[in-house]
T-cell receptor, first 114, second 113 residues
């Protein structure tokens, strides 16, 4: 019952460092998403993908990059970490588009940039 | 612009009290509506969803929500809350063929034992 798996769960980065948040799903879902969650702000969509090789920007894409080389994996890359990127990051997936479909979330990755 | 508004940021209730959390949306066209719940330290889970049919939707753990199209609302209700309902609740909306979902800012629910 793996579902959506994210790593790492916790990470502290220094300003200017780079890192990749890994996300994989074993449900053969076509759609995958990256959200960030800030206190009192709800979830904001960073990037999403409708299938392997296809990605698109969400509401807050600046400072991030993604790739989707396989159906299972959707890594999120931070190139030059900034304090404003301190947040909780959630990867999610759904079988097809969100019309009527449930989104399944990973357990989250807590990132602190100092 | 597409948006979801949850006006109650933090609600505090006693056990057995009735609950209603407000959700209003702005979205052109046919909508799908969701309530997700995030228990402390856990990831988001689907509570219930509406995409067609009966506007009164029943979800897990005794929750229900009513879609009122004329008011652009999808309020969440529970007749009698329990301490275990302490969590953050998110309303969300998407178009019927949309590829992404828009979330509200969330309502934190605290239940006094």
């Amino acid at each position: 019952n793996a579902g959506v798996t994210q790593t790492p769960k916790f990470r502290i980065l220094k300003i200017g460092q780079s890192m990749t948040l890994q996300c994989t799903q074993d449900m053969n879902h076509n759609y995958m998403y990256w959200y960030r969650q800030d206190p009192g702000m709800g979830l904001k969509l960073i990037y999403y993908s409708v299938g392997a090789g296809i990605t698109d920007k969400g509401e807050v894409p600046n400072g991030y990059n993604v790739s989707r080389s396989t159906t299972e994996d959707f890594p999120l890359r931070l190139e030059l970490a900034a304090p404003s990127q301190t947040s909780v990051y959630f990867c999610a997936s759904s079988l097809t588009g969100t019309g009527g479909n449930t989104i399944y979330f990973g357990e989250g990755s807590w990132l602190t940039v100092v | 612009a597409q948006s979801v508004s949850q006006h109650n940021h933090h609600v505090i209730l006693s056990e057995a009290a009735s609950l209603e959390l407000g959700c209003n949306y702005s979205y052109g066209g046919t909508v799908n509506l969701f309530w997700y719940v995030q228990y402390p330290g856990q990831h988001l889970q689907l509570l219930l969803k509406y995409f067609s049919g009966d506007p009164l939707v029943k979800g897990i753990k005794g929750f229900e929500a009513e879609f009122i199209k004329s008011k652009f609302s999808f309020n969440l209700r529970k007749p009698s809350v329990q301490w275990s309902d302490t969590a953050e609740y998110f309303c969300a909306v998407s178009g019927s063929s949309a590829s992404k979902i828009i979330f509200g800012s969330g309502t934190r629910l605290s239940i006094r034992p």
